[in-house]
């Protein structure tokens, strides 16, 4: 049909599947998905269900054993109880910092958001010591109550599940504070006008219109403590306390493979659950669209006499989060032992010069940097070419693709490290960089995917059609037309991926060997080995190298990414 007064405009040449020029490249993707990602996944579902060469259930027979079954139920209660605390938080801080006229809410913000932006074992280490049994906040405390042995410290259960309710209560904060800013208010205003009071009003509307938010960030913090390995190790490891992620870690230091990858399957399926749960709220959404096409900006709330008290309460609370446990790893990295008093005549720079000389250190920024970068370079070339063949070619079984490189998000790093040694360790691959590098890319290839996918649907179809019609062909199109639309959000989605990668743990500490250490494996074992200080000094300057990445996220998205 066309509109009067207007030329109908050429149609381009269809392209036929079998001459399509950009077939081949989609087989070579799918072939390159089938070797990273299927084999070693299904690889891990066979070797649990072989008993020396036969089918058997054996494994998961031991693996569901009383005595195994501990690790099992710790991993469900304390990702539970984290994501709940992790809802009220987040819940309570988000409507604070978006609804309210609560000073500094834009500083706030920035360091309630902070904590996720430190590697978790990180994160450990900092609360370790400050609420350790020698504990910079612990021990003057106990002191001035007269008590000489701590009745409680950070390396117990409920140790535990604070540090990972403080690490992934962002995810909360973020999902519901985004969802608070798009909401139309016409329904409370209205419920305001017809005389409804504050507490009434958000018992009433606000909190069931953004209820999908809230257990939506509540299951993606579920699914993070699920998969969480560096907060249980350092943390519970000591107090003897499992979860299924150190569980694994146990059984294959022992070796035993079997019951390894029997534990590896179990923790698959609390997360595969988890992000079922999640699909299943998502589906639900609808029912509470309150997105509006105009924008109507909400009076913010006025605090009265409590906005003060209240700035005092949230201020002291992101303090105590964000910046006491980076202030604990810098003062630490500055002492000359662990526990001396805290003046300036205890204080040396000699562990930033030794691990500045430390050959092990070089050795492992220089892995870090390299397995970081290929893998960002792999996982952004297959995830531009899955998602173009999705999103714009439309080739037939590119949505098949999406979908299994999409997988991933939802399997536990432990459970990958555990695939790729299953898959390539006989290959003679075992003890290199290039089985980390394949697990890399395994894990972040959905960072790939969503990211290039979410640009390429924002480029127009007319710009292909335009390009065809000029008598371009498709490789053509997409080279001089797409490629160079699509370089920005390919460059956010590099940093994106390079910044995790950078600093791994949790399948890094499982496949590495002598000489292809990582940073975090190195920063992990010096803790693990009583060296603190060293550790701290380490962490500091990885964590300053990820802050300032993050400032070059901010800079190349123009604060759409980044924190």
Not at 194 to 221: D, E, K, N
Not at 233 to 255: E, K
Request: charged content about 10%; some cysteine.
């Amino acid at each position: 049909m066309t509109i009067p007064g207007r030329l109908a405009a050429p149609l381009a040449p269809r392209v036929r599947l079998w001459t399509d020029p950009r077939v081949p490249g989609v087989l070579a993707a799918a072939l390159a998905l089938a070797a990273i990602v299927v084999y070693p996944l299904a690889l891990v579902l066979v070797r649990s269900l072989k008993v020396d060469g036969a089918w058997s259930l054996a494994t998961y027979a031991r693996a569901m054993a009383p005595g195994n079954l501990q690790p099992l139920w710790n991993t469900i209660w304390t990702a539970a109880l984290t994501s709940l605390l992790a809802m009220l938080a987040g819940t309570i801080l988000a409507f604070l910092l978006v609804r309210t006229d609560l000073p500094g809410r834009r500083l706030m913000r920035t360091l309630v958001t902070l904590p996720y932006a430190i590697p978790p074992f990180f994160g450990a280490m900092a609360w370790a010591q400050l609420l350790g049994p020698q504990g910079y906040l612990l021990r003057p405390l106990l002191d001035l109550l007269g008590i000489k042995q701590a009745p409680w410290t950070v390396y117990t259960p409920s140790g535990v599940v604070m540090v990972m309710a403080i690490h992934f209560f962002p995810l909360v904060f973020l999902t519901v504070a985004a969802a608070l800013e798009r909401m139309d208010v016409s329904l409370e205003e209205a419920a305001r006008t017809s005389g409804a009071g504050t507490l009434q009003v958000m018992r009433q509307i606000t909190i069931p219109l953004v209820l999908p938010a809230i257990v939506a960030g509540g299951v993606l913090t579920f699914m993070g403590a699920v998969a969480n390995f560096g907060i249980p190790a350092l943390l519970g490891m000591r107090a003897r306390f499992f979860v299924l992620t150190t569980s694994i870690y146990a059984a294959l230091n022992l070796p035993d493979f079997s019951l390894a990858t029997a534990m590896s399957m179990l923790l698959m399926v609390v997360s595969v659950g988890a992000l079922g749960l999640q699909r299943w709220v998502q589906r639900g959404e609808g029912r509470f669209a309150v997105i509006a096409g105009r924008a109507i900006h909400p009076q913010p709330l006025r605090l009265g006499t409590w906005r003060w008290p209240t700035f005092a309460v949230a201020a002291g609370f992101a303090a105590f989060i964000a910046l006491l446990p980076i202030a604990a790893l810098v003062l630490t990295s500055f002492l000359r032992y662990y526990g001396a008093p805290l003046e300036l005549a205890s204080m040396t720079t000699r562990h930033y010069e030794f691990i500045l000389g430390l050959e092990q250190v070089r050795r492992a920024a220089a892995n870090s940097v390299i397995l970081a970068s290929a893998a960002a370079t792999l996982c952004m070339g297959l995830g531009t070419a899955i998602s173009y063949a999705h999103t714009k070619a439309k080739i037939l079984g590119s949505g098949l693709l999406d979908a299994i490189g999409t997988l991933p998000y939802a399997i536990p790093h432990t459970v990958i490290a555990i695939a790729v040694l299953l898959a390539w360790a006989r290959a003679g691959l075992y003890g290199t960089l290039t089985i980390i590098l394949l697990a890399y890319v395994l894990a972040y290839l959905p960072f790939g995917l969503r990211t290039t996918g979410a640009v390429l649907r924002q480029i127009h179809d007319s710009l292909e059609e335009a390009g065809r019609v000029s008598g371009a062909g498709p490789l053509r199109t997409f080279r001089d037309i797409v490629l160079p639309l699509v370089k920005p959000g390919m460059l956010a989605g590099w940093i994106l991926v390079f910044m995790p990668a950078s600093r791994e743990l949790t399948m890094s500490i499982l496949l590495f060997s002598l000489r292809t250490e990582t940073m975090g494996v190195i920063i992990f074992n010096m803790q693990d080995a009583g060296y603190t200080q060293i550790a701290a000094a380490l962490s500091v300057v990885v964590l300053a190298v990820l802050l300032a990445g993050n400032l070059l996220i901010r800079r190349v998205t123009r604060g759409q990414l980044g924190f």
